[in-house]
Antibody, heavy 122, light 106 residues
Framework: QLQLQESGPGLVKPSETLSLTCTVS??????????WGWIRQSPGKGLEWIGT???????YYNPSLKSRVTISVDTSKNQFSLKLSSVTATDTAVYYC??????????????WGQGILVAVSS | DIQMTQSPSALSASVGDRVTITCRAS??????LAWYQQKPGKAPKLLIY???SLQSGVPSRFSGSGSGTEFTLTISSLQPDDFATYYC????????FGQGTKVEIK
């Protein structure tokens, strides 16, 4: 059974960089059939797609976050990661990693991690 | 950006009721729409993709329909486990989610 688990700091200071890692178990990130993505959920903005990565390293980002987001993959550790720079209080959210199925111009998500709450505060 | 608007924002229903939730896109997304169920403190769970395809393991009382800009999620006979919040997601151009519909016990 595929499992995804987010990890990282639960508190980040304003203007700093938020860094999260998603560890995949029960399957490999090296798969031609799937992509891997990050989604966040905040009370103010609901669910928001952040970006998606293929095991080869190809990335697709939400245009509204693109200037601040970097998603990378480490196939040796079966992990993929999110970095969001210059955070503000509006970046406070539960961050989810998920397996993505590509179709049309984007993807939908069939397996999700449990989520990690990240607060931005000094 | 493609905006997704769900209606209603919340509804009250009883066990056994037929429930319908609507999702409208600001422009045509053909059939590139998914539906998710979310319970408090949990991650969303995929129910439907490509507007009407039932995800493996999801009960057949859930169904999706629509194309273009208007879509519907129907629960044919509401069960106790179905009280949750439901979200639509378009994946035609980038990806955006609806604001959610909370299904509460009447």
């Amino acid at each position: 059974q595929l499992q995804l688990q987010e990890s990282g700091p639960g508190l980040v200071k304003p203007s700093e960089t938020l860094s999260l890692t998603c560890t995949v178990s029960g399957g490999s990130v090296i798969t031609s059939s799937y992509y891997w993505g990050w989604i966040r959920q905040s009370p103010g903005k609901g669910l928001e797609w952040i970006g998606t990565i293929y095991y080869s390293g190809s990335t697709y980002y939400n245009p509204s976050l693109k200037s601040r987001v970097t998603i990378s993959v480490d196939t040796s550790k079966n992990q993929f990661s999110l970095k969001l720079s210059s955070v503000t209080a509006t970046d406070t959210a539960v961050y989810y990693c998920a397996r993505a199925i590509a179709a049309a111009g984007s993807c939908f998500f069939d397996y999700w991690g449990q989520g990690i709450l990240v607060a931005v505060s000094s | 950006d493609i905006q997704m608007t769900q209606s209603p924002s919340a509804l009250s229903a009883s066990v056994g009721d037929r429930v319908t939730i609507t999702c409208r896109a600001s422009q045509s997304i053909t059939s590139w729409l998914a539906w998710y169920q979310q319970k408090p403190g949990k991650a969303p769970k995929l129910l439907i993709y490509k507007a009407s395809s039932l995800q493996s393991g999801v009960p057949s009382r859930f169904s999706g329909s629509g194309s273009g800009t208007e879509f519907t999620l129907t629960i044919s006979s509401l069960q106790p486990d179905d009280f949750a919040t439901y979200y639509c997601q378009q994946y035609d151009t980038y990806s955006t989610f609806g604001q959610g519909t909370k299904v509460e016990i009447k």
